[in-house]
């Protein structure tokens, strides 16, 4: 599939769940990459026109609170009186999505702080085009399992010991790993054999060293799908 039909779909699903799920009022968790970003510019463009007023935005990166800032969103921390309460809605995309709604999110690291705002919503939409359904998860994209650096070795000696194949994430245009914006490391792993998301998901965060995982399981989203042929589905969590 060309990158413009891509981008064109992600533009898509990223406007259609701001439209649908946006309301004037809302503390709104604004998700990372290159299909969340849409819907953040969304936000922004009806903030613009006038046609939404009185939003708080949680960012869950330093790109998306760049984005904020350029397009005069506020935002805030989660520990900021304007938010302590909690989300009424975050929007982000997703690198997998299976039948059920459960994720792997993370390939552009910022999987811990989107988590966060995952499960301080009320609301969980995901945006997506097409090429992001799988029928299983971890079958064409790697979990990211992000770590303090200090357990780096004795971490991934523990994920081979549950079957993973663990790489280090390089850096792109930087010589060494990625630091993710939290000081930490980011291992990606694969299994060559089905695996259970949800158990998973719990049981790698009980390795000592493990900040967190790129499973999404305990809270199944909406997910906007945008198809190739320029519609965009709606689906519910099962």
């Known amino acids: 599939m060309e990158q413009d039909t891509i981008g064109l ?14 309301k004037s009022g809302m503390k709104l968790g604004l998700g990372t990459g290159s299909t ?13 026109q ?3 007023s009185d939003i708080c935005a949680f960012p869950t990166s330093f790109q998306t609170e760049i ?39 993370g390939g552009g690291g910022a ?7 995952a499960y301080a919503s009320s609301e969980f939409v995901i945006t997506v085009d097409e090429s992001k359904l799988t029928d299983n998860l971890g079958g064409g994209f790697p979990i990211p399992v992000e770590v303090i650096p200090s357990a780096r070795v004795q971490v ?16 792109v ?23 259970n998301p949800s158990s998973l998901e719990a049981e790698l965060n009980q390795i000592p060293g493990v900040v967190e995982n790129g499973f999404f399981t305990r809270k199944p989203p ?16 099962v």
């Open 111 to 117: 999987h811990l702080i989107e988590k966060l705002a």
């Open 156 to 171: 991934t000696k523990a994920l081979e010991k549950i079957g993973a194949a663990v790489i280090l994430r390089e850096a």
């Open 36 to 48: 969340a970003i849409h819907a953040v510019r969304r936000v922004g463009e009806l903030l613009a």
């Open 173 to 195: 245009r930087k010589a060494g790993p990625i630091i993710t914006e939290h000081g930490n490391l980011i291992l990606d792993i694969r299994f060559n054999i089905l695996i």
């Open 222 to 237: 909406v997910v906007y799908i945008a198809r190739s042929n320029g519609t965009v589905e709606k689906r519910l969590p």
């Open 67 to 105: 984005e904020c800032e350029k397009l005069q969103i506020p935002f805030f921390t989660l520990n900021s009186r304007e938010l302590s309460a909690g989300l009424d809605v975050t929007i982000d995309g997703a690198d997998e999505v299976d039948p059920q709604n459960r994720l792997i999110k």
């Open 50 to 52: 006038g046609t939404l």
């Open 9 to 22: 779909m992600k533009e898509a699903a990223g406007k259609a769940a701001v439209d649908n799920m946006v």
